[in-house]
Every structure is written in C-alpha cells, then in structure tokens.
C-alpha cells in the first residue's frame, strides 16, 4: 500500500481530502437540496466536535510524503534537456528564393582563423593526390579542393528511415582562404522543399563532398527527402568521407573514432557549454511546440563547430601524412599511417612510417610495425630486408606472437632466400603458428630436403668438368 492511500485510511479522508462516503445515496431534485443546504446553515454547530488528528504515524506519513515529492521534483529536474536560456531569437533570417523561403544563418570566417592548433585553410594546402591516397579513393586524384563542399546535418534522430528529417542543413565552402558558413533551418516541417533546392545548387557547384560519416548517414537521408518531396535528387560529387579515413588511420588508439575525441586529442580543442547531440532533436521538438527557439541557438553553434572541426582534420590529416613521422608524433598514429600507404600502394612512404613507428614504440605496436615493415621489403623484392625486420621483432615477441614471426622466417628462408637448414630451424619453433598436422608436414619436408641437399654436395664436388684432363702429381 503507497502512502498516500496510508495517510487516507489513517485521516478517515480519501484522496484530496474529501470525507469518504459510506454509501451511495440515490440522486434528488434541486430544490430539496437548496433547502436542506439553507438549514444547515442556520443549525448551531454540536457542541462536542471532534479534534484534529494528532496521531504521530499521520504527521509520520505527510513527512514522507513531502520528502518524496521534494526528490520527485529534483529527479525531474536533472532529467530535463537543460536549464531554459533567457528568450533570444533564433539568429536565422528569411530569405527569398526562385522556389520558396529558406531560413538562413550565415557567416564568414578570415584567412588563418583556427580551430585548436589546426588552420582551417590548411585543407587548402593539401594534395589531391595524397588526400586520394589517405581516403584510398582514387577518383578524388584530380580534384579542385578549392571548390569543395563540406556538409554536416542536425536530424530530428538517429534511426533514419522516412520519419527522420534533417531540420539543419549545415554547409561550408572556400572563398579565397576564408571560409563560408551557411546553415539551412526548417522552421517547420513539411517546407523542405526550397532548402533541397537551395542544397542542390550548391552541390552542382562543388568538386568533392566531405562530410564525417556522410557516406552511411548524411546524405542517404538527404536523398531519401528529395525523392519524398519530389525534388529531384542531385548527382553527388566525389565523396570524400573522413570517418573512413580517422578509423584506419586512428584504430591503434583503442578510443574509436568519434568527432569530438578526435577533436580534443589532436588539435587541442576543447568544447566550451556544447549541446549534447543526443539531445538535439527533443531541442528541436520543443522548438516545433512553441518555444522561442533561444534553446536552438546553441544546436546552430554545434553544427557550426562540426563543419569547421572538418576543415581543420582534413588539413591536419593530409599534413601529417606529407611528413611521414615528424618529431612528437604518436606511435600509434604512425603505425595506422603506414597501414594506409600499405593499402594506397605506396611503398616508400609505408615502409617509412612503419619504420618510425617501430622507433617510437613499444610493445605490440613496435612489433607489428616491424611485421608491416618486412611485409612492405617483402613486396618491393626486397627479401634480406624483411628478414631483418623479422628477427628485430623477435627480440620482443614471446609466445603465439614469436610462433607467427617464425612461421613467416621459415617461409621466407625456404622460397625466397633458398636457405632450407635456416628455414628448418625456424619451422621447428613456429609449432604454435599452425595446426598440428601442417606442421608436421612442414618440417618433414624440409627435414627430407635438407638431408638431400647434404647428400648431393658431396657428389656435386667429385664431379669434374666434362673434358677435363686428371693429371698426376
């Protein structure tokens, strides 16, 4: 039993304080009431009536009571989306287009300007080339990266699907090196169309698309609005994705790869009073319900800082990547650096990264940048090389790990260098490396051809030249 209904029983009060009735009376006119409420007025009140209620337990229970509501009021509270700023308006304006109204926020950031130790017209700088190798996208080779479009969206939620509408379109490009902020605002749903429009004529006009997980989530929503409001889908340029490229590059870190973390650990900048993004699109509901939009403003800021985050990673990206292992750089970032090359097919710089990577680090990322750096030699034709790299790993590697580094000495031994009691020696300690019965077999091959090759020297020896003339001495 609640307390509530405790405290009723105790009182002789239902809920609301109201006197419990003993039976149901059948109903009467109007006028017998009147009558009968006219006379209780004029009877004198009983003489003996009975005291409030001054039983502990019931004083016990509204102390309770008043407890439990205080904490149901401050647990509803700390769920809340967030304190209510005082009522701004929503810094967008109205502006008029061939196809209808679109609500704009819009502004333009200087040459130089910075977000954390990173400019944002270094993406200016960098290498068509080297970002098509960074992405492994050959297609973005030949790209004009003063013309691209950088794109985020804040949506009405995560699932996708029909039901999920992006109500900010935020896009960015370059004039000169500054750079161009514009922000499309749905004021309310059901108006899509001109701001598709308006996005469609700025995606005819660009090179390439960079977005952060664009590619699985920005624009397949995008599309899905233009067939649903019948605007006719634009074709997209080459897309440049960069959660692809910080996930191969960032995968040693063991802390994923999310916007704001990448954004915090390499360029150094941390976000000050950021909307939570899981609480976006309940800001955006409350927006569509009445409120004076002043809580949206800081979702406008949000995305702001999404799109200039993505100017100053692709600029720092493609930088490091040019250097190939400057002073203070994180091992483990140089290893994922040398995963990519490896994967884009260059060699050189691969072998370079693994190289400081080995130099740099410890544990399991120094081994496996020596493995990559003897699998690069490996595929350059370099065989004496790689069995260098293989024997500096083992000087660290214990267990399974020294098993699979003999396993790749025997096999190197044995095909490319031609060395089989070498090979045999090492076939002998990579038993962990294989399954019983292919490890038996190896070593029994090369058991049977070393001792064949011991037999035929011998021979190969007192065979003379065809011809030759034995003289006596």
């Excluded at 001109?194 to 995606?203: G, K, S, V, Y």
């Excluded at 040398?338 to 260059?346: F, H, K, N, Q, Y």
Aim: hydrophobic letters at 40%; charged letters at 25%; aromatic letters at 4%.
């Amino acid at each position: 039993m609640d307390l509530k209904r405790k405290l009723s029983r105790l009182t002789s009060a239902g809920p609301g304080g109201r006197p419990v009735a003993k039976a149901a009376e059948p109903p009467v006119s109007p006028e017998p009431v009147a009558a009968e409420a006219e006379s209780s007025v004029s009877a004198p009140e009983p003489e003996s009536s009975a005291p409030p209620s001054t039983d502990p337990r019931v004083e016990a229970l509204r102390r309770l009571l008043t407890g439990w509501a205080e904490r149901q009021g401050t647990a509803s509270a700390r769920r809340a989306v967030g304190p209510v700023p005082p009522p701004t308006p929503l810094p967008v304006e109205a502006r008029e287009t061939p196809h209808g109204t679109v609500h704009v926020s819009e502004r333009l950031l200087p040459p130089g300007h910075r977000h954390g130790s990173a400019p944002l017209d270094g993406a200016l700088d960098a290498d068509a080339a080297l970002v098509a190798s960074l992405a492994l996208h050959p297609e973005l080779a030949g790209v004009d990266l003063q013309r691209m479009l950088l794109l985020d969206t804040e949506t009405t939620g995560l699932a996708g699907g029909t039901g999920t509408v992006p109500f900010l379109v935020g896009m960015a490009w370059f004039e000169g090196r500054a750079l161009r902020v514009q922000q499309l605002f749905l004021r309310r749903l059901g108006e899509e169309g001109p701001l598709l429009r308006m996005l469609a004529e700025r995606l005819a006009e660009a090179s390439c698309l960079v977005t952060y997980n664009g590619k699985s989530f920005d624009w397949p929503l995008l599309r899905t609005r233009f067939v649903l409001n019948r605007v006719p889908t634009p074709a997209v340029p080459p897309h440049l994705d960069l959660l692809h490229c910080a996930r191969r590059v960032f995968k040693h870190r063991g802390s994923g790869a999310r916007l704001v973390h990448l954004e915090e650990q390499w360029l150094g900048h941390r976000r000050v009073g950021d909307v939570d993004g899981s609480l976006i699109p309940e800001l955006y509901f409350r927006f569509l319900r009445g409120t004076d939009g002043s809580e949206l403003t800081g979702v406008l800021e949000h995305n702001v800082n999404d799109l200039l985050l993505l100017a100053a990673l692709l600029g720092e990206m493609v930088r490091r990547f040019r250097a190939v292992g400057g002073a203070g750089e994180d091992p483990r970032d140089l290893l994922g650096f040398a995963g990519v090359a490896e994967r884009a097919g260059d060699a050189e710089r691969a072998r370079a990264f693994a190289q400081a990577a080995a130099e740099g680090g410890r544990g399991d990322v120094g081994l496996e940048a020596l493995v990559l750096a003897s699998r690069v030699s490996r595929r350059a034709g370099d065989n004496e090389e790689a069995v260098t790299y293989l024997h500096r790993a083992l000087t660290t590697a214990r267990g399974a790990q020294a098993a699979e580094l003999h396993l790749s000495l025997s096999k190197l031994y044995e095909h490319a260098l031609k060395r089989l009691p070498r090979a045999l020696e090492h076939a002998r300690l990579a038993a962990a490396a294989e399954l019983p019965e292919a490890h038996r077999s190896r070593v029994e091959r090369l058991e049977r051809r070393v001792s064949r090759g011991a037999r035929e020297l011998p021979l190969a020896l007192d065979v003379e030249p065809r011809g030759s003339v034995r003289t006596s001495g």
